[in-house]
């Protein structure tokens, strides 16, 4: 029924208030797949055979690497072949420690080729970003929802979203800028750890890369993951700052009585047991709204801060 409306109503419409409420509480397993790649779309219009041919392209440059030969057509301007050889490397090191309890994505288990083949797909379709530690655990979590060509394009669509992009392309400026939009509501909603983190010199990068590279399939239990990449799907961007607020309000009274160290230590490694419940009711009770102004608002503003002190402007330098 979720997926009838998604795919009936405009967009403008789909989210009446029975629909975000169905999606709150989590989509049933049996149309999640179904349901998300409609709702990250594929603005890229990607097929499966342009995935066919970037996984041939692929297995190519594998043979390649693996016999010393040339590059073939999967040569790219700019990029070495030590270059692909590390990213190569990198994707097979990763494979190993995506999921490792459900030991089905390592080597010998029945999805260590389909993810294998879907990161080195998606570094032959943008050899510009190539592969990024985290790609893996965001890939294993659509494979276990979607077929494999779909998969890959619901991957290298979400990965094309400006908040991923910024990150797995390691945009400084624009991910400061988005660190400065989520402090902008951390102090709205928690002034206290707000105040206490300032006080400990705990800047946001030191949580919040690891949360937003792996969309908190690495940081969260994996049902409770596939919970927020719901609404993620439904809301946007905004939502995966949201729920680094929802984090920190749950553990607020615990954060407060912690030190620099122990501060990164614990939400670099969350609790394994983080009830459901709980967790979703501290989510929703995160404002994103701040002096009238919305997330997406709040992250143009600073954006037109940013130029403004880039070019110089007189009116900021007075």
């Known amino acids: 029924d979720l997926c009838k409306r998604k795919q009936s109503i405009p967009q403008t419409k789909c989210c009446s208030r029975k629909v975000r409420e169905l999606w709150w509480q989590g989509i049933p397993p049996s149309v999640r797949g179904k349901v998300w790649s409609l709702a990250i779309g594929n603005e890229l219009n990607i097929t499966h055979e342009l995935y066919d041919i970037c996984l041939s392209r692929a297995k190519e440059r594998w043979r390649s690497l693996s016999t010393g030969g040339s590059e073939g057509e999967c040569e790219d301007a700019g990029f070495s072949a030590a270059d692909r050889e590390a990213s190569l490397e990198l994707i097979k090191l990763d494979i190993s420690r995506t999921f490792p309890n459900l030991c089905i994505f390592q080597q010998g288990g029945p999805y260590h080729d389909t993810l294998h083949s879907i990161l080195g797909a998606y570094t032959c379709y943008r050899p510009d970003v190539g592969y990024v530690q985290g790609m893996s655990f965001i890939a294993a979590v659509l494979i ?53 983190f300032k006080k400990n010199n705990l800047t946001p990068d030191i949580y919040l890369i690891d949360w937003i590279f792996t969309l908190y399939s690495k940081s969260l239990p994996l049902d409770l993951a596939c919970r927020v990449w719901d609404v993620f799907c439904r809301d946007g961007e905004e939502f995966l700052f949201r729920t680094a607020l929802g984090i920190l309000r749950l553990f607020e009274d615990i954060l407060t009585k912690m030190d620099f160290i122990h501060i990164a230590q614990f939400l670099t490694k969350l609790p394994e047991d983080l009830p459901s419940e709980e967790f979703f009711t501290s989510i929703a009770a995160i404002q994103m709204q701040s002096r009238n102004k919305k997330w997406a608002q709040v992250l143009v503003a600073l954006q037109k801060d940013n130029r403004e002190v880039e070019r110089g402007s007189p009116s900021l330098k007075h």
Do not use: W
């Not at 979607?146 to 624009?174: E, W, Y």
């Open 144 to 196: 276990l929802n979607l077929d494999t060509a779909d998969a890959f394009i619901a991957f290298s669509n979400l990965l094309n979203k400006p908040c991923q992009m910024a990150f797995f392309r390691v945009d400084h400026g624009l991910m400061l800028t988005y660190f400065a939009a989520f402090e902008v509501f951390f102090e709205e909603n928690l002034p206290k750890l707000f105040a206490h």
